[in-house]
């Protein structure tokens, strides 16, 4: 690992074997506490005192039971538990093991971020529950005060996946970073948005200013998991940087996911959640960022949709709607930022038109505006957002299977509705007024 | 003395002629019988002996041979144990030689000396070149099908003996019922409520002889359209016909009475099938595969994604040249195989996925399952289309649908279009012929061209879209050659990978 020894330290103590986020925080905060002023007890834990711990192990099992016991959170002065030997017993080996590897010298290698140390990100050193030690791939920067949150289910539907890559696309335009879980689904999305706005081979941002996106892993960064983000985990790592507390080699444990949701809740000012089942893994998240008195915004959905059912239940909960990828911007309050005129123009331009002209009236400029005939407008008009089955058109329309098809290549053909296999979709309208 | 009867054994669904020779001499009592015979044909050793005790007839007290001419050829089964007792009776002079030298045997013996039928009569009689042939009573009828021989049939031994020797009257075999009815009683299209889609799909798939593949959530009606394909289908030619019927007798199926087959056989294997029970095969004889079985008909796959792969991957070679070639050490056999695929999957495993679906699956159970269905199989599907649940208000409509018997005019009609062109079905016309039939120009090449630049046509999908946009414009009495909504039909009706597996779109 390149840095320097208190970093190289930190991260053999996380690597320790059935080391745990949790008792790694227990030894840094003992440390703490005994040399901080109580007053100061979110200070992050100084150099000197990995050092410190590392000695102590080193020095044999007896102290190590020491600190065993205080991970495990012991309490009293009587005899240690079985357990907290046996704990001692496997951080003494692995520690004289990891100690032989530290004598020769620093391993380069991506950079380890230590809580208090220079690198760390600045929105999770005030997080009471902080991870003490972060891995790292890709290029190390700090995502800075405008950071989101885009999470959502795995199994995401055309919909949500679709939104989700437009408010990521919309984030990553504005310089906001989009932080997510590398998870398939709404999490790839995001980030599939997100990356729009950088070069796809090279990972360099195709106009300046773009938010570099986070991915937050659970297992180790060396582990690609689930597989089918292996690309999307490449792209985002040479666009910006994927974090873990997780050592290097760490297996995708169902254990750790929980523990990461929090990092995601801690990173960033406000969470988006685009689709969740009504007991989704994104809630856990939701519940990590409301403890931490982040905002938390909700993407509406169907109410027979059972991927939005968590979403509308947050969102009678009382979290902010996310109507337009905007309104995230709104709530970050950075319209008015240069960068995002175009995005306000757009809005206040919905507005313009949108007085005494509603739905309709807008359908028909459209429609107008393309030259199409009555007999298209119909096909048009038993269209909407979601995938509609061919059949459902014959039996909407009553006409056949020619007269439909052949309409639809017209359609197509001008833009406005989109081929999705023996189903069909009107394509999202270039102003947004007219959708609403 | 030698004695000689003519008979035939099964090779494959094809009969070889067999002359069984009788040697009776003199040297220890004993009977062998040489030529190859497989298991079943070497016991009709003790099958002859106890029929004729039984038929009170001597048994030679000599060294009997029999000899299964032409000695390379496997005989397989027990219909040589007719011609093998006529040859010893020949041998013994219970019958003349001269009697005997323009009739041919096939039938199998019980121990009691009666006739019992053999599966593969029809094969078997049409491979004899005797003018006379001699049958058990019960496949008279099969064996009078192919109407080139003059058939006789006894209910045993004894009864053949005083025929033959002129003692009695041959004995007539049951006329068979009333012809069974053109059309029985199949599953109608009128109880398809909805489903405009796959009734169309349906209607081409017919009419053009494509390969069909639905994909849906359970319960949309899959297996209720594909089930409705046979009649729709035009009956079967007389050729057609006794090829089929041919390779059912030589699987030992029932031929419907009296009659050759005449209606396109409808094969629905369960997905537990494997290899060899579909194309062909098995250790002991070669039996005729399930895609034999449907050839000149329909296979229908119902839950293509729970097929072994392997499985599956093994009908490539017979969807492409209509027979198949089953290899073993033995010998090599070749079965008819030009089937219609119909095929019916989930989306998924959960089966709620594509288009607007609500799939629950993982990515990787998602990704496992579609890659059951291999792309060059998928390539093989002329028609493939997302079956959708049908709405309340589809299957609560007042009017029924139409009938089968109005959609097989229409089909019978193209069938006769494709006839013209000089084959059976617009799915086997030539890739030379489409450029003349359907030619790409103008609106028809804008709408390709859009396709093809996306990526979601490739140029051997092109041909097979040819073939089904001339399908649709020969269902379509008003059209005068292809048309672009006849491009644009088929190109509805040919859904991609992504859609039919369930995948969703991002």
């Excluded at chain 2, 369960?270 to 399930?290: C, D, I, K, T, Y």
Aim: hydrophobic share 40%.
């Amino acid at each position: 690992m390149s840095g320097g020894r208190v970093e190289a330290v930190a991260s053999a103590m996380a690597s320790l074997p059935a080391m745990t986020p949790q008792r790694l925080h227990k030894l840094a905060e003992s440390t703490r506490r005994s040399t901080a002023d109580s007053a100061e007890i979110d200070r992050p834990v100084p150099p000197a005192e990995w050092e410190q711990l590392w000695e102590l192990l080193l020095r044999g099992e007896s102290m190590g039971v020491r600190l065993a016991r205080v991970a495990l959170g012991e309490q009293g002065s009587g005899r240690a538990s079985d357990a907290a030997r046996s704990l001692a017993r496997r951080w003494s080996a692995g520690a004289r093991e990891l100690e032989a590897h530290l004598a020769e010298g620093p391993v380069p290698g991506p950079p380890v971020l230590v809580r208090g140390l220079p690198g760390y990100p600045v929105a999770l050193l005030g997080d009471q529950e902080a991870p003490e030690v972060l891995f790292s791939a890709g290029t190390v920067f700090d995502p800075g005060p405008h950071a989101v949150a885009v999470i959502g289910t795995r199994a995401a539907t055309y919909y949500g996946t679709e939104v989700a890559a437009e408010i990521g696309a919309e984030l990553a335009r504005s310089g906001v970073t989009v932080v997510s879980g590398l998870a398939s689904g709404i999490d790839a999305a995001a980030h599939e948005g997100a990356l729009t706005c950088f070069d796809s081979s090279a990972g360099a941002p195709v106009a300046s200013g773009c938010g570099r996106p986070i991915g937050i892993l659970g297992a180790g960064v060396d582990v690609v998991y689930p597989r089918s983000t292996a690309r999307l985990r490449t792209r985002v790592e040479s666009a910006g940087m994927v974090l873990s507390e997780a050592p290097a080699g760490s297996a995708a444990d169902g254990w750790r996911f929980p523990l990461r949701n929090r990092i995601i809740a801690g990173l960033v000012s406000l969470v988006v959640v685009v689709e969740s089942h009504k007991s989704g893994g994104s809630l856990h998240t939701v519940e990590a960022a409301l403890r931490r008195q982040k905002v938390v915004m909700a993407v509406p959905g169907s109410i027979r949709s059972p991927a939005s059912a968590g979403t509308n239940m947050l969102l009678s909960n009382g979290a902010h709607p996310v109507t337009d990828p905007t309104d995230v911007l709104v709530a970050l309050e950075l319209l008015g930022v240069p960068v995002l005129a175009g995005a306000r123009r757009r809005r206040g331009d919905g507005d313009g038109d949108g007085d005494g002209a509603p739905g309709p009236a807008a359908e028909c400029e459209e429609a107008a505006a393309t030259n199409l005939d009555a007999g298209d407008q119909v096909i048009l008009k038993a269209l909407d957002l979601t995938p509609t089955p061919t059949t459902a058109i014959l039996s909407r329309t009553g006409r056949s299977l020619e007269s439909v098809s052949m309409a639809l290549e017209r359609l197509a053909e001008a833009g406005l509705v989109r081929d999705l296999g023996g189903a069909w979709a009107r394509l999202a309208p270039p102003s947004r007024s007219a959708a609403r | 003395m030698i004695a000689r009867a003519q008979s035939a054994t099964l090779v494959g669904v094809e009969g070889r002629c067999v002359t069984v020779e009788v040697h009776v001499s003199g040297g220890l009592p004993g009977f062998t019988i040489v030529g190859l015979p497989d298991a079943a044909c070497r016991e009709s050793r003790d099958r002859v002996r106890a029929a004729m005790l039984s038929s009170s007839f001597s048994w030679p007290q000599h060294r009997v041979t029999v000899n299964l001419a032409p000695t390379g050829v496997r005989k397989t089964g027990a219909g040589l144990d007719l011609p093998i007792a006529v040859g010893v009776l020949v041998a013994m002079g219970e019958l003349e030689q001269e009697s005997i030298n323009d009739c041919a045997f096939v039938g199998e013996l019980g121990l009691d000396g009666s006739l019992r039928p053999v599966p593969g009569v029809l094969p078997l009689v049409d491979a004899l070149t005797a003018e006379t042939v001699i049958v058990p009573l019960g496949s008279v009828v099969e064996a009078k099908l192919l109407e080139r021989h003059h058939v006789l049939g006894a209910r045993s031994l004894r009864e053949l003996v005083e025929a033959m020797c002129g003692r009695a009257a041959w004995p007539q075999a049951v006329p068979p019922g009333a012809e069974s009815d053109e059309r029985p009683d199949l599953a109608d299209m009128a109880d398809v409520d909805g489903q405009q889609v796959g009734r169309r799909a349906l209607e081409i798939a017919a009419a053009g002889g494509h390969h069909l593949l639905l994909s849906g959530p359970p319960g949309s009606g899959k297996t209720m359209l594909a089930s409705r394909l046979p009649g729709i289908l035009p009956s079967l030619s007389t050729p057609e016909a006794l090829e089929v019927s041919r390779v059912h007798s030589a699987a030992g199926l029932p031929l419907p009475s009296g009659s050759l087959i005449r209606r396109p056989p409808y094969r629905a294997p369960h997905h537990s099938a494997s290899a060899a029970s579909l194309v062909g095969g098995g250790s002991a004889s070669m039996r005729p595969g399930e895609i034999s079985l449907a050839t000149n008909g329909v296979l229908f796959l119902d839950e293509l994604g729970e097929f072994p792969a392997m499985v599956l991957d093994a009908l490539r070679q017979p969807l492409e040249e209509g027979i198949v070639r089953v290899s073993r050490a033995r010998g090599t056999v070749v079965f008819p195989a030009r089937f219609q695929l119909v095929a019916a999957m989930n989306p998924c495993p959960c089966g709620e996925g594509g288009p607007g679906g609500q799939c629950r699956c993982g990515d990787a159970s998602r990704e496992r399952y579609a890659r059951r269905l291999s792309g060059p199989l998928l390539d093989r599907f002329d028609l493939r289309i997302f079956v959708a649940r049908p709405t309340a208000a589809e299957l609560f409509r007042r009017e029924r649908s139409e009938s089968s018997s109005s959609v097989a005019e229409r089909v019978a009609l193209a069938r006769r279009t494709a006839h013209l062109r000089g084959v059976r079905c617009n799915a086997e016309l030539p890739t030379s012929a489409l450029d003349e039939l359907v030619p790409i120009s103008g609106t028809i090449r804008r709408i390709l061209e859009r396709r093809l630049r996306a990526g979601t046509l490739s140029a051997r999908g092109l041909d097979r879209l040819r073939r089904v946009a001339l399908t649709i414009a020969d269902l379509d009495p008003s059209a005068a050659g292809v048309a672009p909504e006849h491009v644009t039909t088929a190109l509805e009706l040919r859904v991609g990978r992504d859609s039919l597996t369930g995948r969703r779109i991002a």
